[in-house]
């Protein structure tokens, strides 16, 4: 069975401050994708990162950045520099060749002024 | 501009009544999603399709119905049969799932449904 785990339901940081929100997974499969979405209070689903499970490199994108560790079966996102507009739910998801999405239950970050 | 549209933000429905939600796509997407969140949860797929005239059930597609006569189009009908239908749904697209190893799927703004 396919399992996403976010162990963190709430979080906060300080604006301009670093966080790092957790999440593993299990899946028996061998080549898949890894995500992190945001969700605003306005409840629209927006990509954050990707990371190719085949790839070492862990993905970049400004002020995300995540740790990919495979055989931890562990991706957690890292945002930098937090800003008030980073308050949101955040989801991790997988995705297998079926391509289909499995999400966690999601973290609610708040970012304070 | 391209993108989904779901109609309406917002939908109420007496309790025993049948409701459908509507999703368009103008992205000539192949692939459509839809996904239900409950609060403390995560998205759950409730069914997909790849082409059309073709669809899959997800993992909670019990009490659920779908079409896909459009590419553009993949409604979703909430029937009398699905016990808990209060719940946030969004809609998905994504290109063809042959077309390469990864596939971004896009969603749509949302609607919230309630049951009164």
């Known amino acids: 069975a396919q399992t996403v785990t976010q162990s963190q339901p709430e979080m906060s940081v300080q604006e301009a401050e670093t966080v790092t929100l957790s999440c593993t997974y299990d899946t028996s499969e061998s080549n898949y994708y890894l995500f992190w979405y945001k969700q605003p209070p306005s409840r629209q689903m927006i990509l954050v990162i990707r990371q190719e499970a085949y790839k070492q490199q862990n993905a970049t994108e400004n002020r995300f950045s995540v740790n990919f560790q495979k055989a931890a079966k562990s991706f957690s996102l890292k945002i930098s520099d937090s800003q008030l507009g980073d308050t949101a739910m955040y989801f991790c998801?997988?995705?297998?060749?079926?391509?289909?999405?499995?999400f966690g239950t999601g973290t609610r970050l708040t970012v304070i002024p | 501009d391209g993108g989904i549209t779901q109609s309406p933000k917002y939908l109420f429905r007496k309790e025993g009544q049948n409701v459908t939600l509507s999703c368009e796509q103008n992205l000539n997407h192949d692939a459509m999603y839809w996904y239900r969140q409950d609060p403390g949860q995560g998205l759950r797929l409730i069914y997909y399709s790849q082409i059309v005239n073709d669809f899959q059930k997800g993992d909670i597609a019990e009490g659920y119905s779908v079409s896909r006569e459009k590419k553009e189009s993949f409604p979703l009908t909430v029937t009398s049969a699905q016990k808990n239908p209060t719940a946030f749904y969004l809609c998905?697209?994504?290109?063809?799932?042959?077309?390469?190893?990864?596939?971004?799927?896009?969603f749509g703004p949302g609607t919230r449904l309630t049951v009164l």
């Open positions: 998905a697209s994504s290109i063809a799932p042959l077309a390469g190893p990864y596939n971004e799927q896009f």
């Open positions: 998801a997988f995705q297998t060749g079926a391509n289909n999405l499995f």
